[in-house]
């Protein structure tokens, strides 16, 4: 196949930034998005230009580094897949394709398609957690069942892999996808009911204070979102917090 | 030159670990606020180090190349986590654990560090459970299990397919509430380019910021390598893009040796290489070959009708396929372990039956499965058992519910339905059990200077077990390390600050700089990854699944003019001072080169055949690994001397105290 590219290229978080043409020829279909992307960069080095700069690492749809904005859908035009497992059977010869970072006032760009997430961590640093040593003397595992529905969805919202998809596709650059995903996994297990009403609190204060958007329930995130998170998650965050407002005590 | 010892506590086996922890110098809390721990890495090793010292109340500094320490390649993990339970009720123990994964490592592993592990892998499971991971649970409400290859109990627990990313994700929650609370720093986006040593002990690192290109100085009065294996080595694995050697590199250069290199092993289920521009490989979980039965046809014109396409796997009649697994070790069948079934597949491609059009690829099939539950279900339900349609229904919904976002997986890279047609699958590098050289308190040779994790050699001999490298990176973050390194931090307590403008630092930072000045400058005329491919391709085809004395010679000098090439020719563009790919990148390839320097030397070595390290010279007359205990039952440990294949050879002799060793049978 033969393609064009229209690349955003910035230098660094100062620079304006634009889109750059870059056609690419002889594409295989059997190639990743990011196999594409790494022939198109070998060619740049080689002819002495800079290559473009995008975050990736497992390369297997796991890790949450990969990001990438493809002809206007975080991730592009698959569906349950991250860039690293778009593959180019999805795109037909002589296709153009726009290729931008993930775009949110929260993730500023730090050079080409590298945006920083440094939020989501800050998020989870303020309750992401369990408040348990991790001495190993706590309970036998099995000493509290639970119910596998529960498990089932604990799991489902906790496959969340971080990547901002969410954000990048909400028109508000909202992050509640991500936030709730971790607050539903603790909230639906007995272990993280214990600290739930504090943990939502925190965690959606420093959702606001990072500069986040809020939820108008469009649902793009969810339909974006690589890992099938549920909008029930929103939900349920959304009552956990009103939950804790109303059985507000002190601090 | 240091001394190999291993400082494995004297008393009975079972009670080394217990005796040891009542008897090491400990450090009171008032005297760990004034200690400073850095921990390079931030995976299962690493987070769960991290997170457990600081929790202890050192001061820890973690570091990590990726954009959040959530990215550590634990997370790619797929499979599950051994413990010994005994949730099943079916014999297992501590005992059988240890001696499972003595065995499983072709009696290449030390004893007392294996029993420790198995000692400590039940408290696994009560933390990660406690910090809420989402384990499979039965209808009950109890964790469920599942087998792995080379054992005959189910130990393995396990979140579908996504088990390292959860355990890892349990340990980022642990550090995310210590930097929280500040007593974790968290570096992202950092490299670690240099251990810096001060009056021979560890005393801190070089790190360039990723971003900025800044090179920083960090002391702390202990270092710790959580900066998993190097399977890279090899251009195409299953590690990640990032996954390098640069760590443990550095730390063998400053004075640790490195043991077993040559020890790698080849994960039989991986997605066959499809083109000559692929830059990674993926694998499909062990856990598959609980319910997939490994095959290739029995008759060499069904190959030829495959690979032309001109018949399909499905139209195969069931005395015409060979499940070849199945009929040379009937006892453990297709759950034989990772190097047997890695070296059969090989045997049946070589000969000339693998099923896709490179000739290297065989069947992973769950029809039967699919079947057999299908039915089992429709029973349970009181449904028509001879319906096919609803038995294949209710089969692939099983499957589904076991091994949804494998089978997902596996259908957006090779565009095949795995419910409707067998899977295709070959051996690919995947993990390391060679590394540095620890002591029992996972020390290296240097002083102050630890290695957790995949990054240190101990636990898995010559072939690690599946669902072992989650237990091992676990047990030695949460529960070993931190005791151990107690031990060493007491006699600092006075020591004060580590100061960062010493001769030592000054000189470490020099060096740095003026490698990384010399990439960008260099003008060479290929690219980073032309010479990664090339060191890949060398690897494969000479220090691979199987080995030879002839290849290894040849690979050894082929490596070195290589390494002369890259570093005349190699062209790494931009400057120092920015975000640079590929600047990281040359680092790293140019660790690589010299560590497959050493790997081939290792290899040849060796003249016996263990676990994951085949030589052709050494085997039975039905082509299995025949190892040579009068003479290689030890670790080979490596000293740097100045070129990577000149290191000096150290040899840890291992004694076996409790187990016999024995032909490693899986018949």
């Known amino acids: 196949m033969n393609l064009k590219l229209k690349i955003w290229r910035q230098k660094n978080a100062n620079d304006k930034g634009k889109m750059v043409d870059y056609p690419i020829s002889d594409v295989s279909p059997d190639m990743s998005f990011l196999e594409m992307l790494d022939v198109l960069n070998n060619q740049l080095i080689e002819n002495g230009e800079s290559p473009i700069a995008f975050d990736h690492d497992c390369r297997e749809g796991i890790c949450g580094m990969c990001s990438l904005y493809i002809n206007g859908e975080a991730h592009g035009p698959d569906r349950g897949v991250t860039t690293c497992q778009l593959h180019m059977r999805k795109f037909k010869d002589g296709d153009t394709i726009y290729i931008e970072p993930f775009r949110a006032k929260a993730f500023p760009i730090i050079k080409d398609l590298v945006v920083d997430r440094g939020a989501f961590d800050r998020i989870q640093q303020s309750g992401g957690f369990v408040s348990v040593n991790t001495s190993g003397n706590t309970q036998d595992a099995n000493s509290i069942p639970i119910p596998k529905a529960d498990a089932d969805l604990a799991f489902d919202a906790a496959t969340c892999i971080g990547c901002g998809a969410c954000v990048a596709s909400c028109k508000n650059s909202s992050a509640m996808l991500f936030v709730s995903a971790k607050v539903s996994q603790f909230a639906l297990l007995p272990q993280g009911k214990v600290e739930a009403r504090d943990r939502v609190l925190n965690m959606v204060n420093q959702m606001d204070a990072e500069g986040f958007g809020n939820c108008t329930n469009t649902g793009a995130c969810e339909v974006e979102c690589p890992k099938g998170i549920s909008l029930d998650n929103i939900a349920r965050m959304n009552r956990e917090f009103g939950k804790a407002i109303l059985n507000g005590r002190e601090k | ?667």
């Open chain 2, 1 to 667: 030159m240091a001394t190999l010892d291993s400082k494995i506590p004297a008393g009975p086996l079972a009670d080394k670990w217990v005796n040891y922890k009542n008897n090491i110098d400990l450090v009171n809390p008032a005297n760990k606020r004034l200690i400073d721990v850095i921990v390079v890495g931030t995976g299962l090793a690493g987070g769960s180090a991290a997170a457990t010292l600081a929790e202890l109340g050192y001061n820890v500094k973690a570091f990590c190349f990726q954009d959040s320490p959530r990215r550590a390649h634990s997370i790619a993990a797929q499979g599950g986590i051994n413990a010994a339970k005994n949730y099943q009720g079916d014999g297992d123990s501590t005992f059988r654990l240890f001696y499972d994964t003595v065995k499983g490592g072709d009696y290449r592993s030390r004893e007392a560090n294996v029993y420790r592990l198995a000692e400590v892998s039940a408290n696994i499971i009560d933390q990660c459970v406690a910090q809420g991971v989402p384990f499979a649970r039965e209808y009950g409400g109890l964790l469920d299990n599942r087998s792995f290859g080379g054992v005959l109990v189910s130990r393995t627990f396990y979140a579908k397919g996504q088990t390292g990313q959860q355990l890892l994700l349990g340990a980022y929650s642990a550090m995310n509430r210590q930097i929280g609370r500040g007593k974790i720093k968290m570096y992202n986006r950092h490299e670690m380019m240099d251990v810096v040593v001060v009056d021979g002990k560890a005393r801190g690192i070089i790190a360039r910021n990723l971003v900025t290109g800044e090179i920083e100085r960090h002391s702390a009065h202990a270092v710790v390598l959580g900066t998993g294996g190097y399977g890279n080595v090899f251009f195409l694995s299953t590690n990640a893009m990032g996954s390098n050697v640069s760590a443990a590199w550095k730390a063998h250069k400053r004075g640790s040796y490195f043991a077993n290199p040559c020890f790698t092993q080849i994960h039989p289920t991986c997605i066959p290489v499809s083109g000559e521009l692929q830059a990674k490989l993926t694998l499909m979980s062990e856990s598959l070959r609980n319910d997939g039965r490994i095959w290739v046809p029995k008759k060499k014109e069904d190959v030829e009708a495959i690979r032309a396409k001109k018949l399909k796997p499905t139209q195969i009649a069931e005395e015409n396929r060979d499940y070849y697994l199945e009929r040379r070790y009937p006892a453990f069948g297709n759950l034989v372990p990772r190097d047997v079934a890695s070296r059969a597949a090989k045997e049946r491609c070589d000969a000339g039956y693998g099923v896709n059009a490179t000739g290297e690829a065989v069947y992973l099939d769950f029809a039967a499965a699919i079947t057999r539950y299908g039915k089992e279900t429709a029973h349970i339900r009181g449904l028509n058992e001879e319906d096919t349609v609803l038995v294949q229904k209710l089969g692939k919904e099983v499957i589904a519910n076991k091994y949804g976002n494998l089978f997902q997986m596996y259908e957006k890279i090779v565009d095949q339905n795995p419910y409707e047609t067998p899977m295709m699958i070959y051996p690919a590098v995947h993990y390391t059990m060679g590394g540095l050289w620890v002591d029992y308190n996972l020390m290296t040779t240097v002083p102050g200077l630890y290695a957790i994790g995949e990054a240190n050699f101990s636990d898995h001999g010559a072939n690690r077990l599946g669902a072992s490298a989650l237990m091992q990176g676990l047990a030695d973050g949460y529960f070993v390390l931190p005791y151990t390194i107690g031990d060493y931090l007491s006699s600092d307590i006075r020591t004060g600050a580590i100061p960062t403008d010493s001769p030592e630092f000054d000189s470490a930072e020099k060096e740095v700089t003026e490698r990384l000045n010399f990439f960008v400058n260099n003008n060479g005329s290929h690219s980073v990854d032309h010479f990664h491919r090339r060191l890949g391709k060398i690897m494969w085809d000479k220090c691979g699944m199987a080995r030879n004395t002839e290849d290894l010679k040849s690979a050894i000098i082929e490596i070195k003019a290589l390494r002369e090439e890259f570093w005349k020719d190699v062209k790494v563009p931009g400057s120092t001072d920015e975000y640079n790919e590929e600047l990281a990148k040359a680092g790293r390839v140019a660790d690589f080169i010299e560590l497959g320097e050493l790997f081939a030397k290792d290899a040849l070595e060796r003249n016996e055949s263990c676990g994951g390290h085949f030589r052709e010279e050494s085997q039975t007359e039905d082509g299995e690994a025949a190892r040579d205990d009068a003479n290689y039952t030890f670790v080979s440990s490596w000293e740097f001397t100045g070129v990577p294949s000149e290191a000096k050879l150290h040899k840890e002799a291992l004694v076996y105290e409790n187990i016999e060793l024995k032909t490693r049978s899986y018949k």
